[in-house]
């Protein structure tokens, strides 16, 4: 008779820790899924954000400067039409014309750069230079959406004499941070592939000392 008794106690005492370790050992599982479901959400909309400020960061800086280097470059050959005069006019238009039309030869050389359209004041284009595709025209000819920038000209009194559009390949000036970026990714998946064997043995090692785990436990329920 008192043998059963200690058999039924030992059995109530087990099944007391055993009932108290598979509850904390929910509530930690519950906790892990819920903040592992509230990082993927959160890694999901960093992503997205980062991936907007990082194209725009990468091309914002080269086309502004571009542009405002342009505007710069051929603000002097604009502002000195103003004070032609008669018989001179004809001469200095044709000056300007060869003058433009080499400074945009040479920027249009640039690799980034699609085409370079320069307006004056009122907005009306400055011939002779070969008119530049419309932004429709050169999205359908390329397989990146390009860029265009504007910037107004202005002479040293600060008055804008004119607006120079700088139209800028997009999938040239993003090869080198896109290939900077996939040995990023590469040194991302090796991190996930060094974090998961580390996990593999940290779970192994925890369930090597589970026994231990549930004798604690044990001592607990019966404290």
């Known amino acids: 008779m008192l043998a059963k008794a200690e058999t039924n106690l030992l059995t109530s005492s087990a099944s007391h820790s055993h009932s108290l370790y598979t509850v904390v050992k929910r509530l930690v599982h519950t906790v892990l899924a819920s903040l592992v479901v509230g990082l993927l959400i959160a890694l999901l909309l960093m992503l997205q954000r980062y991936q907007e400020e990082w194209l725009l960061a990468q091309t914002e800086y080269a086309g502004s400067s571009a542009a405002r280097q342009y505007a710069k470059l051929v603000s002097p050959i604009i502002d000195t039409t103003g004070n032609a005069k008669s018989d001179a006019n004809s001469v200095n238009d044709a000056t300007r014309a060869v003058a433009l039309k080499s400074t945009a030869t040479v920027l249009t050389q640039e690799p980034h750069i699609l085409g370079i359209a320069i307006f004056d004041e009122k907005g009306q284009y400055i011939a002779p230079l070969p008119k530049t595709?419309?932004?429709?025209?050169?999205?359908?000819?390329?397989?990146?959406?390009?860029?265009?920038?504007?910037?107004?000209?202005?002479?040293?009194?600060?008055?804008?004499?004119?607006?120079?559009?700088?139209?800028?390949?997009?999938?040239?000036?993003?090869?080198?941070?896109?290939?900077?970026?996939?040995?990023?990714?590469?040194?991302?998946?090796?991190?996930?592939?060094?974090?998961?064997?580390?996990?593999i043995y940290l779970t192994r090692g925890f369930y090597k000392f589970r026994p231990w785990v549930i004798s604690k436990f044990a001592q607990l329920g019966n404290d």
């Open 133 to 199: 595709e419309s932004v429709v025209a050169l999205s359908q000819s390329q397989d990146v959406r390009p860029l265009t920038f504007v910037e107004p000209i202005v002479n040293n009194s600060d008055n804008v004499i004119g607006y120079v559009h700088v139209h800028m390949n997009t999938k040239v000036i993003l090869e080198d941070p896109l290939a900077l970026r996939a040995q990023l990714l590469l040194i991302g998946v090796i991190v996930l592939f060094l974090a998961l064997v580390i996990g």
